[in-house]
């Protein structure tokens, strides 16, 4: 019983860990998909591979804060990787 809430515990906080890793792997996907080829991983979006929201300084390269404009002009919930059809820089 003990050694089974402890897999269980063990288990649960593996995948709390993992889990923000792969919080927003879709949207690169989904700009693979779309044909963005500059789009490689959350890098090409964010200063770090890994966002934190606690981050100091500015967490968004170029491609993020065009992005977070769009979203903005757009009054959207989420960023739509489509938008980068209008992004100029690459």
Not at 23 to 40: L, N, Q, R, S
Not at 79 to 87: E, I, R, T
Request: hydrophobic share 45%.
């Amino acid at each position: 019983m003990r050694r089974t809430q402890l897999a269980l515990l063990a288990a649960v906080a593996i995948l709390a860990v993992g889990s923000p890793v792969n919080a927003k792997m879709p949207f690169v996907k989904k700009a693979k998909d779309a044909g963005f080829t500059f789009i490689e991983n959350c890098a090409s979006c964010h200063v770090d591979k890994m966002p934190k929201k606690e981050a100091k300084g500015e967490p968004y390269n170029e491609v993020g804060k065009f992005l977070l404009a769009q979203k903005a002009k757009n009054k959207a919930t989420e960023v739509d990787v489509a938008w980068l059809k209008d992004y100029k820089g690459k």
